[in-house]
C-alpha cells in the first residue's frame, strides 16, 4: 500500500519551481506531506482530504485529487532551506494507517 | 511543549542481545506507531496501536514486539536483535483518525540503532 513517489530527486536553483508527484493504487482518504532534513525527524507540512482540495503554506502548496488517486506537492520560487527530502503519507479509505512513500530529494542550490 | 520523545537517540549493540527503545508521548495522543527508515526504502511501518491495549502489525513486523500498557507510553522491543534490524527508528502519535477530519502525525526525533 506504498504510495509512489516521483521524481526520486530534483536538483533546483534558488528562485525555480518543482512538483513532486504522490500516486497510489487505492482509494485515498486523506495525504500528507512531510519534509524531513537529514537524520532530523520528519516534519509536518500539510494534510489534505478527499474532496479534490487545494492547500497552500507560502510559497508551498499541493493538490489532491482523488479521482486519479493522486496529490501534488508545489514549490515555487525555491529557497536553499527547501532542500531536504519529501514524503508523502496516505491514508487509504477505511483504515487508519498513513503509509509512505520513497521520499523525494530535492537539492535547491545558490 | 508537545512532543515525543524516544531513547536512547542512538545505540550500537550486538546480535541477540534484547534491547527496548522507549517512546512517549504528552499530547494525550491515542494513536501510536513505530517506523524504520532506510536508505531507499522511506519510512516503513513495523506496528501501529490505535489505543491501550489495542496493537496491530504494520508493513514490517518480523523481528519486533511493541506493548500498549498506558496512553503515553509505546515501548518497541527487539527481542534478538540481528543485523538487518540496523536502522533509524521513528515514534509517532497523533489522536485519534476521524473520519472526516485529518490528524497531524508528531514524530519523535529518531533512534539510531545499529546491531553488529
Known amino acids: 500500500q506504498q504510495p509512489v513517489q516521483s521524481p526520486q530527486a530534483v536538483i533546483l536553483r534558488e528562485g525555480e519551481d518543482a512538483v513532486i508527484n504522490c500516486s497510489s493504487s487505492k482509494a485515498l482518504y486523506s495525504v500528507h506531506w512531510y519534509r524531513q532534513k537529514h537524520g532530523e525527524a520528519p516534519v509536518f507540512l500539510m494534510i489534505?482530504?478527499?474532496?479534490?482540495e487545494q492547500k497552500g503554506h507560502e510559497k508551498i502548496s499541493a493538490s489532491f485529487n482523488e479521482k486519479k488517486q493522486q496529490s501534488s506537492l508545489y514549490l515555487t520560487a525555491s529557497q536553499l532551506s527547501y532542500s531536504g527530502t519529501y514524503f508523502c503519507?496516505?491514508?487509504?479509505?477505511?483504515?487508519?494507517?498513513?503509509?509512505f512513500g520513497t521520499g523525494t530529494r530535492l537539492t535547491v542550490i545558490p | 511543549e508537545a512532543q515525543v520523545t524516544q531513547n536512547p537517540r542512538y545505540l550500537i549493540t550486538v546480535t541477540g542481545k534484547k534491547l527496548t527503545v522507549t517512546c512517549s508521548q504528552n499530547?494525550?495522543?491515542?494513536?501510536m506507531s513505530w517506523y524504520r527508515q532506510d536508505p531507499g526504502l522511506g519510512l516503513r511501518q513495523i506496528y501501529y496501536?490505535?489505543?491501550?491495549?489495542?496493537?496491530d502489525k504494520g508493513d514490517v513486523p518480523e523481528g519486533y514486539k511493541v506493548s500498549r500498557k498506558e496512553k503515553r507510553n509505546f515501548p518497541l522491543i527487539l527481542e534478538s536483535p540481528s543485523p538487518n534490524q540496523t536502522s533509524l527508528y521513528f515514534c509517532a502519535s497523533s489522536s485519534k483518525p476521524q473520519m472526516f477530519s485529518g490528524n497531524t502525525i508528531y514524530f519523535g526525533e529518531g533512534s539510531w540503532l545499529t546491531v553488529v
Open positions: 499530547m494525550n495522543h491515542e494513536y
Open positions: 503519507g496516505t491514508r487509504v479509505t477505511g483504515a487508519n494507517n498513513l503509509f
Open positions: 489534505l482530504l478527499k474532496g479534490g
Open positions: 496501536s490505535m489505543n491501550v491495549e489495542v496493537t
